[in-house]
């Protein structure tokens, strides 16, 4: 990558510029009430080099819920505790179903197809749970440390409203632990999910936070090791293929990239050996991916040429 040569800047502002009319097409989700007061002509981009260098546009600072990206971080955390022992627990296909859907885990005994489907995520939480002490902390302090931000915080209103209107996460979590694909109690695991996902973040954080992805597996800003980069390199491929749910197919095509959304609009994507970028808008397409989001990406690697292809 002849990266001296790349003025990051003014691409980022091409981007912002060009899909501005697109940000009044997508839909706030409302389907846990608190998402909905979502702002829908927020836009922001921000990416964060492994060289240290760092450039971003618009609300590229303003918090948000990361909701689904923290899936990554909770499944770094599973996947550096239990190893490969994981995968009996989680599948690694894609789904092509609903990020919350419920129908194929009666016909696979309980093991959800991925780890960022909602049931797969639940498994991962459990993984998390089960191995280790005051869990929603350790993971908040996780997510600090790798973002380099000690303020980080859970949206408490956020949670509370995760937690009331959370019937199909619940459904599915009991689902699961009648196949006993749940080893802790399901409040204790549904807890810890909803925490991690009612996290308030900006897109400076998440970008930030992805660098070790991006880089075999060590964070570049505190040089320590996260995964090895056999398993940094695992979760990037279950990332391309299963990270924004029915639309991976879509989105691979379009962006080229390892890539994860969330239903608060955010949306982290990798570039490895090169950068991660994260992108805030919170008006969302069909499928629970960030409309104006997607857009941006796919924008991203066109202008600039650079994919993993
Ligand atoms: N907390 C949300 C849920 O479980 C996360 C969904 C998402 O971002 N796709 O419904």
Request: hydrophobic content about 40%; charged content about 20%; aromatic content about 10%.
């Amino acid at each position: 990558h002849d990266l001296p040569l790349h003025n990051w800047q003014n691409t980022l502002e091409e981007i912002s510029n060009e899909i501005r009319p697109l940000l009044s097409k997508g839909k706030v989700a409302d389907y846990i009430p608190e998402l909905g007061t979502a702002d829908k002509q927020a836009f922001g981009i921000s990416i964060s080099l492994i060289n240290g260098s760092e450039y971003y546009v618009g609300d590229a600072l303003t918090n948000f819920s990361v909701q689904s990206i923290s899936k990554v971080f909770s499944l770094t955390k599973a996947f550096s505790i239990l190893k490969d022992d994981l995968w009996k627990r989680v599948g690694k296909e894609p789904s092509g179903n609903p990020f919350n859907s419920l129908v194929q885990l009666e016909n696979e005994n309980g093991k959800p197809r991925n780890p960022f489907i909602n049931a797969g995520a639940i498994v991962v939480a459990d993984c998390v749970v089960s191995n280790t002490e005051d869990s929603l902390n350790l993971i908040i302090d996780y997510i600090r440390e790798l973002a380099g931000n000690k303020n980080i915080q859970l949206n408490q209103a956020m949670l509370q409203s995760e937690k009331s209107f959370g019937h199909r996460n619940a459904a599915l979590a009991h689902f699961m632990k009648s196949y006993g694909n749940i080893e802790s109690d399901v409040d204790e695991v549904l807890d810890f999910y909803f925490g991690h996902c009612s996290l308030s973040m900006n897109c400076q954080d998440i970008s930030r936070a992805f660098l070790y992805l991006a880089n075999h597996g060590v964070h570049p800003r505190n040089n320590r090791r996260y995964l090895s980069a056999s398993q940094a390199k695992r979760i990037n491929s279950l990332l391309l293929t299963c990270g924004t749910y029915d639309a991976a197919g879509d989105f691979a095509f379009r962006v080229g990239l390892p890539g994860k959304s969330g239903v608060g609009g955010g949306i982290a994507a990798i570039i490895p050996g090169l950068l991660s970028i994260c992108i805030w808008s919170p008006g969302l397409d069909k499928y629970g991916n960030s409309l104006a989001g997607v857009k941006a990406l796919e924008l991203f690697t066109t202008k600039t040429g650079i994919s993993i292809f």
